[in-house]
């Protein structure tokens, strides 16, 4: 019987991770996903995703520390021994939102090195690993996804660190798309829009009221399924010869009208 494939998710038991966790368990994927949260805390979602019959692992990882990431890449080659999919989802808002004049510098580093340095280099870490799966076994398909954001390119100048961020990941999905691509790994960036989940939570009311007001094309907030998805098409290769493109999932926010 031939394996199953292996994706990590970082940041998988809750949100838009949940949302691609369980499209890629779907899909057939063994999972390992990750967060900061002790594994009793993640339960529920553990017991959820393991409820289509693939492997499920969760190993407690802060992305933003460079030893937990290694630590983790560790611990998915010790219970897999082998990784085809990573999604470098987790990520936060600003601890503070503040207006650019008032913003912290502390903030601006907590998001930057959660939101970039850690998918940064939980990437090359991954990446060089799977560039020795595809020297050992020419039919090895990995791929790489960043979930970045419509704020990439939609400045709010209330969370200026999370713009920048994002727009900061947008630009690595392309470098690494360029450094893999020799190995045939593609790299993809998912960009999501307004999506109900925990981190959009606290400004639910604004963005009901954009909502209603005709923000989007698609009058409706985005479900972290939207996002998992557009994910699991990439995951199964569907877009294989695609590398570096942006999968924008947005309700038609980016469509200029008149
Ligand atoms: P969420 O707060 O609901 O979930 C975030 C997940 O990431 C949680 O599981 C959390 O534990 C994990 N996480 C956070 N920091 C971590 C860290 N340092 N190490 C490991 N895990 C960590 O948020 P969400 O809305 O599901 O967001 C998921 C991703 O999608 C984020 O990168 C976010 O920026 C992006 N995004 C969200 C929206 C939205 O509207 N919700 C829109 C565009 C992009």
Redesign the pocket.
């Known amino acids: 019987m031939t394996q199953a494939r292996v994706a990590l998710v970082?940041?998988?038991?809750?949100?838009?991770?949940?949302?691609i966790a369980d499209y890629l368990a779907r899909e057939g994927f063994d999972l390992a996903v990750?967060?900061?949260?002790e594994e009793e805390a993640?339960a529920e979602a553990l017991q959820s995703l393991r409820r289509h019959g693939r492997e499920v692992v969760y190993c407690r990882?802060?992305?933003?520390?460079r030893a937990?990431r290694e630590a983790l890449v560790r611990s998915v080659r010790d219970l897999f021994g082998r990784l085809h999919v990573l999604v470098?989802?987790?990520?936060?808002?600003p601890p503070e939102r503040r207006d650019l004049l008032e913003a912290s510098e502390d903030s601006f580093e907590a998001v930057l090195?959660?939101?970039l340095q850690?998918p940064y280099f939980l990437t090359q870490s991954v990446a060089r690993w799977m560039i020795d799966e595809r020297r050992a076994d020419a039919a090895f398909r990995g791929c790489i996804i960043n979930?970045?954001?419509?704020?990439a390119t939609t400045v709010s100048v209330d969370r200026g660190e999370?713009c920048i961020?994002?727009a900061g990941l947008a630009i690595a999905t392309q470098l690494w798309a360029a450094r893999l691509g020799e190995w045939d790994i593609p790299v993809y960036d998912v960009?999501?829009?307004?999506?109900?989940?925990?981190?959009?939570?606290a400004a639910e009311a604004k963005?009901d009221r954009l909502i209603a007001d005709g923000l989007l094309v698609q009058p409706r907030w985005?479900l972290?399924e939207d996002?998992g998805r557009a994910v699991a098409m990439l995951a199964r290769s569907d877009l294989a010869y695609s590398t570096g493109q942006v999968l924008v999932i947005d309700g038609g926010f980016n469509v200029r009208r008149l």
Not at 61 to 65: L, P, T
């Open positions: 970082t940041g998988g038991t809750r949100g838009i991770g949940f949302g990750c967060g900061r949260r993640t990882c802060d992305v933003a520390d937990a470098n989802n987790a990520g936060i808002a090195r959660t939101n850690g979930v970045s954001s419509i704020s999370y961020a994002k960009r999501p829009g307004i999506v109900r989940t925990d981190m959009t939570a963005y985005g972290p996002v």
